[in-house]
T-cell receptor, first 111, second 112 residues
C-alpha cells in the first residue's frame, strides 16, 4: 500500500534561518500533497497544499515543492520565527478517501 | 460556522466501560474521519465515512465502532475500553474531492 516517509523527525534551527522538511511517497498515482501544522495541545491545521499538476507553490514565508519523477515533496519555511515551533505533518492522497500521513517533524526554533 | 466540533473534550473511563464520542460538522462535507494520536506520535486512521449511512475501516479499527446516521454527525463508540485506547481522538471532515481535512479540537480519553 501507499507509504509516506518524512525526514527529519526533529529539526532545530536558529531564529531567522530557513527550515526544510522532506517527504517521499510510494504510490505514483498520488495527486494531492498537504502539509499540516500542529501546535502543542492543538488540532492539526492545513498550512499549504499542492496538487500534482504544479511543481511549486508559495504562501508568504512558506513554500512547497513537488518532484513527481522522484516522488518527493518538501516544505520550506524561510525567516523562521518562534511561532513556527510546532510539529509538521506531510500527507499524500490519490483521488480516493484517505490521506496517508507522514510520522511528523518537530521543528524547534532557537532564539 | 462552528466548523467541526467534538463532544466531550475530556473523559476518564475505567477498563471495560463503554462510551460514545460525537463529531459534528456544519460544512455539508461528504467525508468524515476518526483518528487517534498517541503522545509524540502521528495520526492513525480508525474509521471513516464517505457519506451518510456508510462507514469503512481504517488502519486501526479494532475495539471501535462507528455510525453515520446523519450527514453532519459521525459517532465513535468504544464498547469495552482498554488502557491501550488512552489517546487523543480527532475527528475530521472534508468535501468530496481530495482537499483540506478540517479537524475538530480533539477528545482526550484516559482509560484506567
Amino acid at each position: 500500500g501507499e507509504n509516506v516517509e518524512q525526514h527529519p523527525s526533529t529539526l532545530s534551527v536558529q531564529e531567522g534561518d530557513s527550515a526544510v522538511i522532506k517527504c517521499t511517497y510510494s504510490d505514483s498515482a498520488s495527486n494531492y500533497f498537504p502539509w499540516y501544522k500542529q501546535e502543542l495541545g492543538k488540532r492539526p491545521q492545513l498550512i499549504i497544499d499542492i496538487r500534482s499538476n504544479v511543481g511549486e507553490k508559495k504562501d508568504q514565508r512558506i513554500a512547497v515543492t513537488l518532484n513527481k519523477t522522484a516522488k518527493h515533496f518538501s516544505l520550506h519555511i524561510t525567516e523562521t520565527q518562534p511561532e513556527d515551533s510546532a510539529v509538521y505533518f506531510c500527507a499524500a492522497s490519490k483521488s480516493n478517501y484517505q490521506l496517508i500521513w507522514g510520522a511528523g517533524t518537530k521543528l524547534i526554533i532557537k532564539p | 460556522n462552528a466548523g467541526v466540533t467534538q463532544t466531550p473534550k475530556f473523559r476518564v473511563l475505567k477498563t471495560g466501560q463503554s462510551m460514545t464520542l460525537l463529531c459534528a460538522q456544519d460544512m455539508n462535507h461528504e467525508y468524515m474521519y476518526w483518528y487517534r494520536q498517541d503522545p509524540g506520535m502521528g495520526l492513525r486512521l480508525i474509521h471513516y465515512s464517505v457519506g451518510e449511512g456508510t462507514t469503512a475501516k481504517g488502519e486501526v479499527p479494532d475495539g471501535y465502532n462507528v455510525s453515520r446516521l446523519k450527514k453532519q454527525n459521525f459517532l465513535l463508540g468504544l464498547e469495552s475500553a482498554a488502557p491501550s485506547q488512552t489517546s487523543v481522538y480527532f475527528c475530521a471532515s472534508r468535501p468530496g474531492r481530495p482537499d483540506e481535512q478540517y479537524f475538530g479540537p480533539g477528545t482526550r480519553l484516559t482509560v484506567t
